[in-house]
C-alpha cells in the first residue's frame, strides 16, 4: 500500500461530483489544536495537484482556514471541506478545529466521515481529549490512520512516537498500531538534529526520498537494512495477526514466505476494518517544492485502504412520525436521504448547506423535503417543510464549484436553504423520511447578552435565531426569571467566535452582561399579614379587606393556598380573587424581586361592601397582604442546585473533588469507569458553577467533561445571601 513509484503530482485536483460510492472516500483529520491538520490538507492538496503553491488556489485563497476570524484568530473555529482527487479516487477532507470549545464541529465532521486521521505532532504527543476522541471512534468501529507531524522539531522521534501512539492507541493490541514506513534522515544541521529527508518502506523494501521536492524511488543502502528488516518482521506479523485467512500465521511461522501482495491486501482490508491501524509520517512542501514528505503515501492508504461509504453502517431511519423505514443505503437509485452536516453564511451567497448524501441522488432545482426534530431544548423549532434545492457545488476555499448532481456516499454544499440547519434531513418530497440525529455535547457556559442600542435590539432575535441554527451546540435562552438573554456556549473561545458572528455577518453588536441565576424567596417563618384596599373618590368604589397567614413549607412544595374564611367574612365569589392576588405577588417576590415559593398561605378573614367590592379589589388586598406579612417576617433567599457528573481521569480525581468542595459543593459518590477514569457525582449550587466548563478543562488539562441537572432550590447560606443583597443594592 503507498508503495507504487509516483514522481509527479497525482491526476485532476479539480474534484467533481462522483460517478460511484466507490470512487468516493470520505476522510475527517482529527487531533489537538496545533498538531497542523490544517497545514496537512494544504500539502495533499498541493500533492494531489488541487493548489498552484502551499495552501493556495489558483485565485490566490487558502483551501483550509480562509475565514477571516480563523485568519484573526490563527486556529481552526469551523469545519472545512477540501476535495481533491487522486488516481480517479475523489477524496473529501474534512478538516476539523482541534480546540475543545468546537467538539461540534468535530463531531459533524466524524458523522460526514468513514474513516479518521489522527494526526499527532511529534513535538507534543497525545494528549487526553485525542485519547478521548481515538475511543469515541473505536465505540462505532470506524477505521483509523495516524499520522506524525512536525518531525521537524528539535529532538522530534518518529520512532518514540511511534511507541507513544501503540500505547495510547493500541490498547490490549499495540501491534495493531504499527508504521508502515520509516523515516529518512539527511546530514544532521548545526544544532545535531538531522532532517527527515525521506521515507523507506517496510513492504516494498524501497526508498523514497523527497529531498529535491519530488519523491523519487531507490533502493535502500546497506546502512538501512538492519533496522527495516526488524521493522519489517514486526509490520508483518501484524498484518497476519490481524487478517482474516486464519491459516496464514501458522504457514508465516512454519517459514512460508508470504507475497507482497497479499500483505498488502490484508493490510488494506484490515485497516478498512478498523482493526489495523497504521502510522505514516508527513510534511508539508518546502518552498518551491511540489510534493510534501509523506503525502504520497498518505493519499494512496486514503484510496486503497480506507472504506468506501458502501462499507459504512448508516445511521437509523425513520418517517417524520418515527415509523421505521429499510433502505438500501448508499445507493444511488434509492430514495433520497441526506443530511445537513454543517450551516453556514456567506455575505454574498447567504446560507450555505454542507450535505452529505446516504441514499439516493441530490439534484439541483430538486423539490426536497427538510425535517428537523428534536432540538427544541435548544432554540430550535421542529419543522417539516418543502424547499427548492439552489445551487450544488463542492467548495474549494472560497470558491463554489458548481456540480448537477451528488450521488449517494459524497458531500456537496447546497445554498439558499432557508429553514434547514445543521442535524436536518433532506429526502424526497413526496417520501419524507428522518434520520436519528447525531450526539451533540450540551452547552454549558452561559453568556447574557444585551443589545448594545436600539438598532442592535431590532437586529438581535434575527442574528440569534441564525446563530444557533448553524451550531447545534449552542443553545438559546430567554429567562423568564431574571429577563436575561442568555447563549449557551461551549466555552469561552465558543462564546468569542458567536459574538464575533453576529457583529461581523449579522450586523449585531451585544453587550455581555453578568449571568444572573433563578433564585426563589419563601418565608423562614410564620407572619400574618392584612390588607386593605379602600377607596372613596366619587363614582364607584373599591371596597376590600382580607387578613392572611403565612407558614414556611418543605421544599418543593411550591405555594399552597388556603380558606379558612368563616360566616362569609369574604363572599365566596371573592375567594378565588384573593388567591389570585396572593399568587401574582408571589410571582414578583416579596423581598428582592425573586419568586415567592414553599409556603401555605391561609386566608383567615376580610371584609367586603355590597357594592363596592370587587374582583379587583380582593386581588389587590391579597397582595397588600401577602406583602404586609413579608414585611413583618424574615425572608430567605433561596438558591438552585444543580446534580453534577464529573468524568475524570483517575489522576485528577483528588483535585476535582477539592475543587467541588470549596464551591459548597456536596460529594455524593464516586463509581469507576473504564478508560482509567472516575464517574463523580456531586450536588453544586449553580451560582458557583457558572464558569465550570472553563475551570474543569484547567483544572483536568481537558479531558474530563461534565453535565449538569436542576435538583432543587435550597436556602443559601447568610452570608452569601448577604452579599447578593448588597450586590442587588449596588446595581439599583
Known amino acids: 500500500m503507498g508503495d507504487k513509484a509516483h514522481t509527479h503530482p497525482g491526476a485532476a485536483g479539480r474534484a467533481t461530483a462522483a460517478d460511484h460510492p466507490t470512487s468516493v472516500r470520505n476522510v475527517v483529520l482529527v487531533g489537538h489544536s496545533g498538531s497542523g491538520k490544517t497545514t496537512l490538507v494544504e500539502a495533499l492538496a498541493l500533492t494531489a495537484g488541487a493548489v498552484n503553491r502551499a495552501g493556495r488556489v489558483e485565485d490566490g485563497g487558502c483551501v483550509s482556514d480562509y475565514d477571516d476570524m480563523e485568519h484573526r484568530q490563527q486556529r481552526s473555529v469551523q469545519l472545512s471541506l477540501v476535495p481533491v482527487e487522486w488516481d480517479g479516487i475523489k477524496i473529501n477532507l474534512l478538516d476539523t478545529p482541534g480546540y475543545a470549545d468546537f467538539v461540534g464541529e468535530l463531531r459533524a465532521g466524524l458523522r460526514a466521515a468513514d474513516a479518521a486521521l489522527f494526526v499527532v505532532s511529534a513535538s507534543d504527543g497525545v494528549d487526553g481529549t485525542t485519547r478521548m476522541l481515538w475511543e469515541e471512534c473505536a465505540a462505532v468501529g470506524m477505521p483509523r490512520a495516524i499520522v506524525i507531524t512536525h518531525l521537524e522539531a528539535a529532538r522530534a522521534d518518529f520512532e518514540e512516537m511511534t511507541r507513544i501512539c501503540a500505547e495510547a492507541f493500541g490498547g490490549d493490541d499495540p501491534d495493531a498500531v504499527l508504521p508502515l514506513y520509516l523515516p529518512l534522515h539527511g546530514p544532521p544541521a548545526p544544532d545535531g538534529h538531522a532532517p527527515v529527508t525521506g521515507l523507506v518502506g517496510l513492504l516494498s523494501r524501497k526508498l523514497f526520498d523527497y529531498a529535491s521536492g519530488e519523491r523519487v524511488a531507490s533502493e535502500p543502502g546497506e546502512a538501512e537494512l538492519p533496522q527495516l528488516d526488524e521493522a519489517r518482521s514486526m509490520l508483518i506479523e501484524g498484518i497476519i495477526s490481524e487478517s482474516e485467512d486464519e491459516t496464514l500465521m501458522e504457514r508465516y511461522l512454519g517459514g512460508e514466505q508470504v507475497d507482497v501482495k497479499t500483505l498488502i491486501e490484508d493490510l488494506e482490508r484490515a485497516v478498512a476494518r478498523g482493526v489495523f491501524f497504521p502510522v505514516l509520517a508527513a510534511a508539508p512542501a518546502t518552498e518551491g517544492a511540489r510534493q510534501g514528505l509523506g503525502t504520497v503515501e498518505l ?150 447578552i444585551e443589545a448594545h442600542s436600539k438598532p442592535d435590539e431590532d437586529k438581535l432575535s434575527q442574528g440569534l435565531a441564525r446563530l444557533v441554527a448553524e451550531d447545534p451546540t449552542m443553545r438559546l435562552e430567554h429567562n423568564q426569571d431574571t429577563h436575561q438573554v442568555v447563549l449557551w456556549c461551549l466555552g469561552e473561545a465558543h462564546a468569542d467566535v458567536a459574538l464575533e458572528r453576529l457583529r461581523s455577518r449579522y450586523g449585531v453588536q451585544v453587550d455581555v452582561v453578568p449571568h444572573r441565576v433563578s433564585l426563589r424567596e419563601t418565608f423562614g417563618d410564620r407572619a400574618a399579614g392584612r390588607g386593605r384596599h379602600v377607596k372613596q373618590s366619587g363614582g364607584h368604589g373599591q371596597y376590600a379587606i382580607c387578613e392572611i397567614e403565612v407558614e414556611p413549607l418543605p421544599g418543593g412544595s411550591g405555594i399552597e393556598f388556603v380558606d379558612k374564611v368563616v360566616g362569609g367574612a369574604v363572599p365566596r365569589q371573592f375567594i378565588p380573587s384573593v388567591e389570585k392576588g396572593v399568587r401574582t405577588q408571589a410571582a414578583k417576590g416579596v423581598a428582592a424581586g425573586h419568586p415567592l415559593i414553599d409556603v401555605r398561605i391561609t386566608l383567615l378573614d376580610g371584609k367586603a361592601h355590597s357594592v363596592d367590592s370587587s374582583d379587583a379589589a380582593f386581588q389587590t388586598a391579597g397582595a397588600l397582604a401577602l406583602r404586609e406579612a413579608a414585611a413583618e417576617a424574615r425572608i430567605n433567599l433561596l438558591e438552585p442546585v444543580a446534580e453534577v457528573s464529573v468524568l475524570v481521569g483517575d489522576d485528577y480525581v483528588g483535585a476535582v473533588m477539592s475543587d467541588l468542595s470549596g464551591r459548597r459543593g456536596k460529594v455524593l459518590g464516586t463509581e469507576q469507569t473504564s478508560g482509567g477514569r472516575t464517574l463523580i457525582r456531586a450536588e453544586v449550587p449553580e451560582i458557583e458553577i457558572g464558569r465550570y466548563a472553563v475551570d474543569l478543562r484547567s483544572l483536568s488539562h481537558g479531558t474530563a467533561r461534565f453535565d449538569r441537572r436542576y435538583a432543587r432550590h435550597e436556602p443559601m447560606p447568610a452570608q452569601v445571601a448577604d452579599r447578593m443583597r448588597e450586590e442587588v443594592r449596588a446595581a439599583s
Not at 431511519?317 to 429499510?326: C, D, I, N, Q, Y
Request: proline share 9%.
Open 299 to 448: 493519499l494512496d492508504l486514503i484510496t486503497r485502504g480506507f472504506p468506501t461509504p458502501l462499507e459504512r453502517a448508516a445511521p437509523r431511519v425513520t418517517t417524520p412520525e418515527g415509523a421505521g423505514r429499510e433502505l438500501r443505503m448508499c445507493d444511488p437509485e434509492e430514495s433520497l436521504v441526506a443530511e445537513v452536516v454543517k450551516t453556514s453564511s456567506d455575505p454574498y451567497v447567504g446560507r450555505i448547506s454542507m450535505v452529505r448524501v446516504f441514499s439516493g441522488t441530490l439534484r439541483a432545482d430538486q423539490t426536497v423535503h427538510v425535517s428537523g426534530h428534536g432540538l427544541s431544548d435548544r432554540g430550535h423549532e421542529d419543522h417539516d417543510v418543502d424547499e427548492r434545492i439552489g445551487a450544488l457545488s463542492t467548495p474549494f476555499g472560497k470558491q463554489q464549484r458548481p456540480v448537477t448532481h451528488v450521488i449517494a456516499g459524497d458531500l456537496a454544499c447546497v445554498a439558499k436553504l432557508t429553514r434547514a440547519e445543521t442535524g436536518d434531513t433532506l429526502s424526497a418530497k413526496d417520501d419524507p423520511l428522518l434520520m436519528a440525529p447525531w450526539e451533540m455535547p450540551d452547552p454549558l457556559l452561559p453568556l447574557a
